[in-house]
């Protein structure tokens, strides 16, 4: 079983930047697929970004691209998703999965095994 919390979610204006951190439990961390994904009220959840296991590589979702970057430390364990020039349509919550039965750069949500609880983040205009 793997424990995934999000952290650093809050309200920010509209242009403004987040940085959003997922810790895991897993010590085999490094083997995961880690993604970021949203979900808005009334929305079905989206993929947002995901990175390969040694972090050598990435994809997001192309509205995204350009504003929002995803790192990962696997000597702590943590992915990141730094959120820059944030609109008021980014409003969601933001949750961090781990997929560690597929080695590819998966966007589909029902490919991830463990998801954190969430964290959200409102964009004022």
């Known amino acids: 079983q793997v424990q995934l919390v999000e952290s650093g979610g809050g309200l920010v204006q509209a242009g403004g930047s987040l940085r959003l951190s997922c810790a895991a439990s897993?010590?085999?961390?490094?083997?995961?697929?880690m993604g970021w994904f949203r979900q808005a009220p009334g929305k079905e959840r989206e993929f947002v970004a995901a990175i390969r296991r040694n972090g050598g590589s990435t994809a997001y979702a192309d509205n995204l691209k350009g504003r929002f970057t995803i790192s990962r430390d696997n000597a702590k364990n943590m992915v990141f998703l730094q959120m820059n020039s944030l609109k008021p349509e980014d409003t969601a919550v933001y949750y961090c999965?781990?997929?560690?039965?597929?080695?590819?750069?998966?966007?589909?949500?029902?490919?991830?095994?463990?998801w954190g609880q969430g964290t959200q983040v409102t964009v004022s205009s």
């Open positions: 999965a781990a997929d560690f039965r597929f080695s590819g750069l998966t966007t589909t949500p029902s490919l991830y095994d463990y």
């Open positions: 897993a010590r085999t961390f490094s083997t995961y697929v």
